[in-house]
């Protein structure tokens, strides 16, 4: 292609290439991790968030500014959804995973702008990665104590309200973690999303608990069936049992007043075959997603069989993993093998609303009721509970965590610039620069504690360096006292899960970043930031 045809290929499009598309691309990504950098650990600070509405949210929840955060730049982007990722596979570590991508990004251009081309920092970005990897499995410490589960859950409530509100939100998550674990022949299971939560405004935060079971806001169809089982079986239906309705707008036209009861008599006929296959398989519980037919709950009030109606999907899955049962689409394609079992039912009346409690036999379930004097307090406790339920549940699941305080970084640094000495050419200068990027972490963790970071970041090194090669790892910056302590025995833990997923993401966003040398942007899209194609119009 001409250059000719090339101008008018790109007539309508704004280009950034070269040096000036990397620098504006760590300039973005440098600006994302400054936004949330203040939020990292328990001294970290809280952001306000103001939306269009007016409405105001208080969190210092990284992934959660980031999400209602109105970013343009597509890097930015790209950086936000490596964090989203973070959140939704090991529920921690979010912010520590824009920042150490940043802070790799910013290394690799003090490269770049002295003559070390990008692929060559991609190579030792990729071969620092690796050996970190194997850093971690040798650094992971196997836990068996219950308090040792309390401290990593506590770790990742260090920055959500006083003492008192960690104290009680990682008890009463050690608690659900515990009572939702599974042993089985492969090990434990523990699945996060078989507790539910539920909220209850009033109070305040401390006084929020949980209840053994699984806790719907439902009562039964009728006052007169049975409200409390001790012991039986559920059948869980995808549906209603109801009139049969037409897919299509239709109408109906009866020339004999007596076509109106047969009509009705062949609706009730209808309706009975289901209800008769229901009682052939004598459920105690009968649950359905949509609505129950009066005349269906009246048969079934017969039978004595309770019957709950309009259930959410999302109860409808956590009752049928509780009771081991199986979800059919409607009654009459039910079998006996469908059932589930549960091991007690009952309703109680919180604050004049009545509340259906089922606990399952395979996996009890726990709901968690959390109390609050506002709706954003309640968010908070939340999204706070819902992370370190996750965090709890990988340690039973894992039992392997790593010291946090930046212990864990400091060690990866260390031991990477002993390990690019092996290497003669230039991928040592990016292993190192990969290594300086992971010191991000305890120096910011030392910035938000009010410490001086040179000061902190030089003692923990020396300290780390003169220590046993089994205690290196462990010693990590204690941000109360400024001192360098052994973050294993103070209980300051972190899952091995968290680490190498924020490696991963970090790394694999940078790698990609730093292969873009090419910026292409449609002058009319009203979404290029500002300043792209500045140089070009004025020139």
Known sequence: MSGGDEAQLLNDTSRIKGKEALFRNIEAADALSEAIKSTLGPKGLDKMLVSDNGSVKITNDGVTVLKNAKIEHPIAKMLIDIAINQENTVQDGTTTSVLL???LL??????????????IIVNGYSLAYNK????????????????LLESATKTSLSGIGGLKLQDTLTRL?????????????????????????????????TDSYLVEGLVLAKQACSPDMKRNHEEGTILIIDGGIE??????QSKINFSDPSMISAFRDKELELISKQIENIIQLKPTIVVCREGIDDAAIRLLEKSGITAYRRVERNDFELL??????????????AKKSDLGIFCE??????????????????????????????????????????DALAVACQIIENGKVLSGGGATQMA???????????????????????????????????????????????ALNAAQASAKSGLSSKLGINIHNSTISNMYDLGVIETIQNHKQCLAGSTSAAISILRIDDVLWAKNDPTIPEGIGEEEDHE
């Not at 970190?132 to 308090?147: G, M, P, Q, S, V």
């Not at 049928?320 to 394609?333: F, G, K, Y």
């Open 106 to 119: 910013q290394n690799a251009w003090e490269l770049y702008v002295k003559g070390i081309h990008p692929s």
């Open 412 to 458: 990866l640094s260390r031991t990477l610039k002993e390990w690019s000495q092996e290497f003669e050419g230039r991928e040592s200068l990016a292993i190192l620069a990969y290594a300086d990027a992971l010191e991000i972490i305890p120096r910011t963790l030392a910035i938000n504690a009010g410490l001086d970071p040179i000061d902190q970041i030089l």
């Open 101 to 103: 991508a940043s802070e």
């Open 132 to 147: 970190c990897n194997e850093l971690i499995e040798k650094f992971a410490i196997k836990i068996t104590e219950d308090n």
């Open 345 to 386: 039912s009952y309703e109680e009346n919180w604050a004049g609303v009545v509340h259906w409690i089922l606990k399952g036999t395979k996996q009890s379930g726990v709901t968690l009721v959390i109390r609050g004097s506002s709706e954003q307090l309640i968010q908070e406790i939340e999204i706070s509970f819902s």
């Open 243 to 248: 009139k049969r309705k037409t897919t299509i």
């Open 320 to 333: 049928s993993r509780a009771c081991s049962a199986s979800i059919v689409a409607s009654p009459m394609s």
């Open 173 to 205: 998550t050690c608690k659900a973690a515990k009572g939702i674990s599974i042993s089985q022949n492969s090990g434990i299971t523990a699945n996060p999303n078989n507790v539910k939560i539920i909220s209850q405004k009033g109070g305040v935060a």
